[in-house]
């Protein structure tokens, strides 16, 4: 990202561009913390190839394209020659860097298959509305398969289309295992595209992972080889992400964007401080409402992107009332649940000026059809730097746009405001997973032996070398059974398929069930139960809140029901850990730093109800549950009398606290991950290190790599920790530094001070 010269530029300010006002006002105030500019760019084109089947180049004509960007041809190019992973910036084009190469195969061989694999079924619904565009109907015959295709018209799409357009869960439990119904399909699969493959991360990648190599097994067992092509969003290792989801090797990088590029202005913008004592600042969702309307006033055509569902109720009610009533008319909030008849006229109204303003959820930035717009507003951090300039890539319409990110209290958020240029010269993460992960890799073994007999030997070619060891693990457990060199289901009419969510890292998991409509909502993993979806527990789903009536332990069930009062959840736990077995060592900061196998207990005791926005504590309920167990992947380090020098006894196991917490907030600085995807545990004595030990864990049963990431990356985990805590310039710690809002002790003991001590001391070892 390219910035201004110097600490504090002023940019050159345009008076006609229709921000210009709001961005004066800012900086009067000091709410606009830092400027930034990138600056324009011109696209880059070359002729449409020669090779390419002169249907569709035709086609190309007919819409409008006489040329192509050079990252389309690059990546037509490399597609003819084998697996492909495009990774260039928001509304480059990507689309086409897949679609041409599958649909000249198509036209090449009437015979080819192909799948499209998209996360959400609205981008499938867009991709068959944009393939049918190019009026190849005897040639291309694309059909969206997925949970709401009626039973009628499977049977004809499994006869009729070439271009089949799903999801991975309808792939993993409706495709796969039916492989038999599917066969013309994976004898003929020509091509396979992964659309916004950066989604494929954590949990939900490190499934895909697995349901990937189930799809390249299925196709071999049909003497296929299918091609795979990739589009993502911008991210640090998209070589390696594209060989962990696909288990290839040799695939071609085009990352160099021909698209061209607007001038777009960055504003980094930060409530005012209301309260001094306690550094409180103002409502982050109020400040966007303010910024909206202001945009809005001027013509400037915004989307809005917040966390939450009720954020955004929140916020396009405030800027209405900001607004005379023809211009509140034309703001919109963007809500889960529209048919997709609705969401194409929203999406119309959007791009045609009647509607100025759309405010959505960050969730739903991947169904949203729209183009670039004058303007985007993302409300606090969501989560990674890639999400943030994915967002902020759509604001650009007419060659300028104007980009805001508004911060929250959030320990991240306001440690970025402090290192506003760190934060705009931040490269993008890496996407994490991992297609090995113990429970989540066995789960789907079990899948793929329904699918057919494991062969530990020509399978490894897709499910790697440890094949035959995760096998024989299963047969050990009475899963699976050895006949004749290869391992089948113990139960042949069991169907594993069924239990596995790709959306949980463990088969035990807990469903989701609203009373009030019947809707199942979702599974959560049976470990993490007791802390998310215990009774009178607030639970989010989609940006919408619900109160849990009952967690039924033995039935796997949480009944809930819409919620819409002003407070939330926070429960009260004791956690234990137990190493199983090391992984890795090595000294570092003057601690002894492990890697390795933990086993985490948890015991939910009671749960604080918390008064929204205020924070006031309404209650304590107490809870009567037993322990939860899981088994993950874990950092930990022990702390030795050095590191621990001058901390007394009465302050010793606050200030590991705070650092324990200090390290949670900014390991999603190294790692692409949630801090809500990371638990940690800080003692002065554990029983098998016996001494003072600090605890980092992967959230979720088996881990996906993230707290590998804080061992390779430890002492950037202390430096960035030690500057969270000592620029914050609260007295005793605040949300903004130590605080977590998923404390299991409730932030209970915290000592900022003995925190900076310890880190200060580590800092100053090698």
């Not at 609260?730 to 900022?752: F, R």
């Amino acid at each position: 990202m390219s910035t201004a010269p110097g600490p504090s530029p002023v940019l050159p300010a345009d008076p006609d561009d229709p921000w210009y006002a709001l961005i004066e006002t800012g900086r009067s105030d000091e709410r606009l913390v830092r400027e930034a500019l990138e600056r324009p760019r011109d696209a880059r084109t070359v002729p449409i190839p020669d090779a390419l089947h002169p249907l569709v180049a035709d086609a190309l004509r007919a819409r409008g394209i006489q040329r192509l960007y050079t990252h389309q041809e690059q990546a037509l190019r490399a597609a003819w020659e084998g697996p492909t992973i495009v990774t260039t910036g928001t509304a480059s084009g990507k689309s086409l860097c897949f679609t041409l190469p599958t649909l000249d195969v198509l036209c090449r061989d009437s015979k080819a298959r192909a799948i499209y694999l998209y996360p959400t079924k609205a981008l499938s619904q867009d991709q068959a509305r944009s393939l049918n565009e190019f009026r190849l109907t005897k040639q291309v015959r694309p059909a969206i398969y997925d949970g709401d295709t009626r039973q009628e018209d499977r049977r004809a799409i499994r006869k009729n289309a070439n271009l089949i357009l799903t999801n991975p869960d309808m792939l993993h439990t409706g495709v796969l295992p039916h492989h038999r119904l599917w066969g013309d399909l994976f004898a003929n699969l020509a091509v396979v595209v992964i659309d916004e493959a950066h989604v494929y991360r954590g949990v939900f990648g490190s499934h895909v992972a697995n349901v990937l190599r189930r799809l390249r097994r299925i196709a071999n067992a049909y003497g296929t080889e299918p091609r795979f092509l990739m589009a993502s969003a911008t991210i640090a290792n998209p070589l390696e992400l594209a060989e962990r989801l696909t288990g290839l090797e040799d695939i071609t990088l085009v990352d160099e964007d021909g698209a061209p590029g607007a001038r777009r202005q960055i504003a980094m913008w930060n409530p005012p401080v209301i309260d001094e004592a306690l550094q409180t600042r103002g409502s982050a969702l109020g400040e966007a409402a303010e910024i909206v309307a202001d945009l809005v006033r001027e013509g400037a055509r915004t989307i809005c992107f917040i966390k939450s569902r009720k954020g955004v109720e929140l916020v396009a009610k405030l800027t209405r009332e900001r607004l005379e009533q023809h211009q509140a008319a034309r703001v919109a909030p963007y809500r889960a649940g529209y048919t997709p008849q609705q969401r194409r006229e929203l999406e119309a109204q959007l791009t045609n000026g009647d509607l100025l303003a759309v405010i959505t959820t960050d969730a739903l930035e991947l169904g949203i059809d729209i183009g670039a717009l004058d303007a985007c507003v993302v409300v606090t951090f969501p989560g990674t730097v890639a999400s943030l300039r994915q967002m902020w890539g759509r604001a650009g319409r007419r060659g300028r746009g104007l980009a805001v990110y508004i911060a929250g209290d959030d320990a991240l958020d306001q440690f970025f405001c402090r290192h506003p240029d760190e934060f705009l010269e931040r490269s993008v993460e890496s996407a994490i997973l991992d297609f090995e992960s113990d429970e989540i890799h066995a789960a789907h073994l079990l899948c793929a032996a329904h699918e057919g007999p494991v062969d530990p030997v020509g399978d490894a070619a897709t499910f790697g070398p440890n094949l035959r060891a995760a096998c024989e693990a299963l047969v050990s457990t009475g899963a699976l059974v050895e006949r004749r060199g290869t391992f089948v289901l113990r139960q042949a009419e069991d169907y594993p398929a069924a239990r596995v969510s790709l959306r949980s890292a463990s088969p035990d998991s807990v469903v989701i069930v609203n009373v009030e409509s019947g809707e199942l909502l979702g599974t959560v993993d049976f470990a993490r139960s007791h802390t998310t979806v215990h009774e009178g527990a607030i639970y989010l789903h989609q940006g919408r809140s619900y109160e849990v009536e009952e967690l039924d332990v033995d039935g796997r069930r949480a009944l809930v029901h819409p919620f819409s009062g002003d407070w939330y959840t926070q429960p009260k736990k004791e956690t234990d850990t137990d190493i199983e077995r090391l992984l890795d060592r090595r000294d570092a900061l003057g601690v002894v730093l492990s890697y390795g196998v933990v086993t985490v207990t948890d015991t939910v005791h009671a749960y604080q109800r918390k008064r929204l926005p205020s924070q006031e504590v309404i209650d304590l309920q107490t809870l009567d549950l037993p322990p939860t167990a899981f088994t993950t992947r874990a950092l930990w380090y022990e702390l030795g009398p050095e590191v621990l020098d001058g901390i007394p006894p009465d302050v010793l196991l606050g200030a590991l606290h705070a650092v324990e917490h200090a390290q949670i907030a900014v390991l999603p600085l190294i790692a692409m991950c949630d801090r809500w995807d990371i638990g940690g545990l800080s003692t002065n004595l554990h029983p098998q290190t016996g001494g003072a030990t600090i605890f980092i864990y992967d959230g979720h049963p088996g881990g996906i790599g993230i707290t590998k990431q804080g061992f390779a990356g430890f002492e950037r985990l202390a430096g960035d920790a030690f500057r969270l805590i000592s620029e914050c310039p609260c007295e005793h710690g605040c949300p903004s530094c130590v605080q977590s809002p998923k404390c299991g002790n409730l932030n209970e003991p915290l000592h900022k001070a003995g925190a900076l001590k310890v880190l200060s001391q580590m800092l100053l070892r090698p």
